[in-house]
């Protein structure tokens, strides 16, 4: 059964950082690239940045570009997302994704709330 489970998110003031965590399991984590999507209050969902298999290359959306960095440990099955500079629009729930054999694969989420 494919897994994932996302952690670290809360109420942070503006400018300030977390780090999110995704635990996954139940397929080869070390095979597959991963994303971070997130969905803000009373909209769509928004594709945030992705990670190669191997982590050599990684994606970002231009609204978090040198704010936000996705890294991996295939060694534990993680993915993370260190957010620093935090904006009252970086409010949202955060999840994991995995494509698998064309389902996607979803956690639960974790909340982010940027406010003062």
């Known amino acids: 059964e494919v897994r994932l489970v996302e952690s670290g998110g809360g109420l942070v003031q503006p400018g300030g950082s977390l780090r999110l965590s995704c635990a996954a399991s139940g397929f080869n984590f070390g095979t597959r690239a991963m994303s971070w999507v997130r969905q803000a209050p009373g909209q769509g969902p928004e594709w945030a940045s992705a990670?190669?298999?191997?982590?050599?290359?990684?994606y970002h959306v231009d609204s978090v570009k040198g704010r936000f960095t996705i890294s991996r440990d295939n060694a534990k099955n993680t993915v993370y997302l260190r957010m620093n500079s935090l904006k009252p629009e970086d409010t949202a729930v955060y999840y994991c994704?995995?494509?698998?054999?064309?389902?996607?694969?979803w956690g639960k989420g974790t909340l982010v709330t940027v406010s003062s």
């Open positions: 994704n995995v494509p698998l054999y064309g389902v996607d694969y």
């Open positions: 990670i190669t298999h191997d982590g050599a290359k990684t």
